[in-house]
């Protein structure tokens, strides 16, 4: 109402047109009934994605294997844990790799979780992690990098060993422990945990 009292008050002014009681009612009104849809654009136009990806287990009886790789002021760590249906941590690892780009770091971690898995008969389980261009990599679907190539190549040696026919490209969310438990590994040459995991992992 305010605001076409002003208007009208300008037509006065500036225009010398007689002020008309109805139309300021009228359009003070429209403006009340458009006010509604104004602010929900507004709030629609500052609003946020809140989606969150969330670690999903594997089926009853599987294991799921999650790897990662952390760098930190130029040294690198390499980490994985193997989770049940549960939830359950059944088998995690972390160490210190030295000098590493992130990419190597993470094809350290999975090789290394391979190995584990090998010597703990585990087989035909999933395998997830966040890097896509490791991923990608083994799956075929890109060019393999030549700094990563021998470390690949075992890693395809190895799944194919353990029966692992594909490695699942996730988000950095849903990756959220096995980060946790890579991070560990810039404190201690090498760190192992059975069916249970620190504190600060948990």
């Known amino acids: 109402m305010a605001y076409s009292l002003w208007k009208q008050r300008n037509y ?13 009612v009228f359009s003070a009104a429209n403006l009340f009934k458009q006010y509604p849809n104004c602010h929900l654009i507004t709030s629609h136009k500052h609003s946020y994605s809140t989606t969150v990806f969330k670690w999903h287990p594997p089926p009853p009886n599987r294991l799921k294997l999650n790897f990662d790789g952390s760098v930190i002021h130029h040294s690198a760590a390499s980490g994985f844990i193997f989770q049940n249906s549960d939830g359950n941590p059944i088998l995690a690892s972390t160490k210190q790799v030295g000098k590493q780009d992130i990419l190597t770091a993470e094809a350290l971690a999975l090789r290394a979780s391979l190995i584990a898995a090998w010597y703990h008969n585990f087989t035909h389980f999933q395998v997830e992690g966040d890097s896509k261009t490791l991923i990608d990599s083994i799956n075929g679907t890109t060019p393999c990098p030549r700094r990563i190539l021998t470390i690949v190549r075992d890693i395809k040696h190895l799944a194919l060993l ?11 969310d849903q990756n959220f422990v096995a980060d946790t438990v890579t991070k560990l590994g810039h404190t201690t040459s090498v760190q192992a945990w059975n069916a249970s995991l620190p504190l600060s992992a948990s």
């Open 12 to 24: 006065v002014i500036f225009r010398n047109q007689t002020p008309i009681t109805s139309k300021i």
């Open 162 to 172: 353990l029966q692992v026919p594909f490695i699942q490209h996730i988000k950095r």
